[in-house]
């Protein structure tokens, strides 16, 4: 499928200042899945984006607690690529996610 030549290409089109080569432009005006892609891409710079200024204490054995889930689900990251690290990028965003849940849960509870 052309979309999958293409879609190495869709996360630089999410950044505001990226230029996208003219080919990848024309077919992402054309293809509604690669709209869809480039959509999820920017929904995931502003979520990204906005869990950048919350900060919050990491609990002791946290972080080998995520590491030991991402290693029992098989999940292989692959070096270099866009795609890599767009997976790296949305496995720490649902990491956060958690996190945060969590707390303002707890939160919730207490008050």
């Not at 293409?6 to 024309?26: H, I, K, M, S, W």
């Not at 707390?103 to 919730?108: S, V």
């Amino acid at each position: 499928m052309i979309c999958d030549e293409y879609a190495n290409f869709l996360p630089g089109l999410a950044e505001t200042q990226a230029v996208a080569d003219e080919r990848v432009a024309g077919h992402v005006g054309h293809c509604l899945r690669c709209q869809a892609r480039v959509a999820q891409y920017r929904r995931l710079r502003r979520a990204a984006s906005e869990l950048r200024h919350h900060t919050l204490p990491i609990q002791l054995g946290a972080v080998a607690t995520v590491l030991d889930a991402v290693a029992l689900d098989g999940v292989r990251i692959v070096r270099g690529g866009r795609r890599a690290w767009g997976a790296v990028a949305l496995a720490a965003s649902a990491a956060g996610a958690v996190v945060i849940g969590a707390r303002a849960r707890r939160a919730r509870l207490a008050g």
